[in-house]
């Protein structure tokens, strides 16, 4: 007799339901988890053209019996619980009996399965719902799904679905996060006849690691377990140098359940603090063990946010078993096989491709050049740059004190970077360079007009102009590296970049398969001199998969927005005035040199006339 029941309407309306299939990885994880409560320790996953038109699941586990594989496609038909107040104490992965009625709906689902202690399997045909075969067969004890032509009945739902290498990475991500924290179950993860991911299943989470992330994560990656007020804590922690600029390698679960947690993900920021750069997060995987009761998982119909009965005490477990796990440690990256030592970055190296060039065109004559609004406060300490007289209240630069933002221009006044007639004109000085405060903002006097230049802002919109035209015209100007950069990437980012071979080419990148998932970079563009090459194509590979409507132009932008920043002269970084001249000299050959490419300000202006009423000098 089956296990498989239909639950009452008392317990189903208890139930987080809501829509289970959104895209091939969701059925990939529905299927997985579904392995894992059958005990498998061996789980297979296969798929074609990103799952869409093939996805197949081969476990070892218990099996299904015959007599629950039809009813298994009813909607609230489970084993996992039998009446409402189970859910309060659920073990198992899967629990609402919605996934395979919901998949069945909109796919053709053949399920093979042959229950433990029987000589002889089952197999079951069902489509759009309906099921149109029904026989015996041969076959090894455990279950195969496959899933054909997904969503083949709703085109609404079909036209949302990526590209086929992006939802292989959706579905390669699930497999991943399963291998990761299942490290006795051994996956195999098949994409297009090609084997992507295989793991052991021998218990050790570093193999797993080495498997699914490859070489310079697991050695650059540290075990811990921490039981603290009851709560079990482990999992990996991430070195520095396997920060990147997104959250994506943070990777949370709780009981084996994979999540996504505020808490504590902010506990792991906390515990980085002073070790990570800023900005930056590190590659960790957190399991939480807690008792069951204690943490409520039917919140979401995804079933990856939880809610916990005491959120401080999961942050204050999280946060302890990371922090005494760092500061225990040698910090100091191991990577033997790659190091070596970056060239020195000069800043002269950032100006010394410029060219100097003639008269500009005019711009349109909408100024978008903010206006200073400040109020300062005068403070009784003597200035620095000069003696006041007996008379005069004395004052400190270093202590003004910013209290409105500064507003938009109304009338245009850019003589800084026009002649008379308005036309620009670059090797003109007429300014006078001031200097540098905190090493990130130049200070320009320009007849009775007074700039302050974000130095960062203003090279990146510099450099972004310049890469502008180099990817779209096709130019490419190359530096050859003395000593060529090995970077290691996941599958998925492997198909990123190979998808996007021209785009790099363009830009100036020279590089080439080096076995496995690794690349050899032998040039670099001729902007980028003296930083981490490593982490710019990582960030660059970021870069590409954000989603933002899936357009050609949005990705590219992404992609030259990232290098620009990158390769732009950075805050707290000396310049002297030759540099300086020469930012500004390339500031006037752009169209737009007034805000940077993310739409801040480069350059604000205070007039001789504000100064002086600010000073309440006016009429004197």
Do not use: W
Not at 255 to 261: L, T, V
Not at 339 to 351: A, G, Q, S, V, Y
Request: include cysteine.
């Amino acid at each position: 007799m089956g296990k498989i029941i239909i639950l009452d309407e008392l317990t189903s309306n208890q139930i987080a339901a809501g829509e289970v299939v959104e895209r091939p990885a969701s059925v990939a994880k529905e299927m997985i988890e579904n392995s894992l409560d059958a005990g498998a320790t061996s789980i297979s996953v296969e798929i074609e053209n990103g799952g869409i038109s093939l996805l197949r699941i081969t476990d070892n586990g218990s099996g299904i019996e015959k007599d629950d594989m039809a009813i298994s496609f009813e909607r609230h038909a489970t084993s996992k619980i039998r009446s409402a107040k189970d859910l309060k104490t659920i073990s198992s992965f899967g629990f609402r009996g919605e996934a395979l009625a919901s998949i069945a709906s909109v796919a053709e689902v053949e399920m093979v399965s042959r229950y433990k202690g029987e000589s002889v399997g089952n197999r079951l045909v069902i489509k759009g719902g309906n099921i149109i075969e029904e026989n015996e067969i041969g076959c090894n004890q455990g279950t195969i799904m496959t899933v054909k032509d997904l969503f083949y009945n709703t085109p609404a739902r079909y036209k949302f679905l990526k590209k086929d290498y992006t939802e292989a990475g959706y579905v390669e991500d699930v497999v991943a996060k399963m291998a990761l924290i299942h490290s006795n179950v051994a996956f195999k993860y098949v994409n297009s006849k090609k084997v992507i991911i295989q793991t052991s299943g021998d218990g050790n989470i570093i193999n797993a690691i080495y498997s699914v992330y490859g070489k310079d994560i697991a050695k650059s990656v540290i075990p811990f377990e921490l039981e603290f007020e009851g709560i079990k804590v482990n999992g990996v922690a991430g070195k520095a140098d396997t920060c990147r600029n997104n959250r994506s390698n943070q990777i949370f679960f709780v009981n084996g359940r994979y999540i996504k947690n505020k808490t504590m993900s902010s506990a792991v920021d906390n515990a980085y603090q002073t070790i990570a750069p800023a900005g930056k997060f590190p590659f960790v995987v957190i399991n939480v063990e807690v008792n069951s009761e204690l943490v409520d998982v039917n919140v979401h119909p995804t079933k990856t946010e939880v809610r916990f009965s005491d959120e401080s005490l999961i942050y204050r477990a999280v946060y302890n078993a990371i922090r005494s796990t760092m500061l225990n440690q040698d910090l100091v990256p191991e990577d033997e096989d790659n190091i070596k030592e970056e060239p020195k970055k000069t800043i002269t190296d950032l100006f010394s491709s410029y060219k100097k060039v003639g008269t500009y065109a005019s711009r349109p004559t909408n100024d978008i050049v903010p206006k200073a609004n400040y109020s300062y406060k005068p403070v009784n300490q003597s200035s620095s740059f000069a003696k006041p007289s007996a008379k005069e209240e004395t004052v400190s630069s270093s202590e003004y004190i910013k209290k409105d933002p500064y507003v938009p221009i109304k009338e245009r006044n850019e003589s800084l970077f026009s002649d008379e007639n308005n036309n620009l004109v670059q090797n003109v000085k007429n300014y006078k360079i001031i200097g540098t405060v905190f090493s990130t903002y130049i200070l320009i006097q320009q007849n009775d007009d007074f700039y302050i230049i974000d130095q960062h802002a203003a090279h990146e919109r510099v450099m972004y102009e310049s890469l502008v035209k180099k990817v779209k015209n096709g130019v490419n100007t190359k530096q050859m590296l003395m000593i060529p950069e090995i970077v290691e990437l996941k599958n998925n980012e492997v198909d990123i970049v190979n998808s996007n071979k021209e785009l790099f080419d363009k830009a100036g990148f020279e590089m080439e398969e080096f076995g496995g998932n690794s690349f050899k970079i032998s040039a670099v563009p001729g902007e980028i001199t003296g930083i981490a090459i490593k982490e710019l194509f990582y960030d660059l590979v970021d870069s590409l998969q954000k989603e933002s409507g899936v357009k050609e132009d949005d990705r590219v932008e992404y992609f030259i927005f990232t290098m620009a920043c990158k390769a732009a002269v950075k805050a707290n970084m000396n310049l002297d005035n030759r540099e300086i001249e020469a930012l500004i000299d390339k500031m006037m050959s752009l169209e737009n040199p007034f805000t940077c490419p993310h739409g801040r300000p480069t350059a604000i202006k205070i007039t001789k006339s504000e100064m002086e009423k600010k000073f309440k000098r006016s009429g004197f």
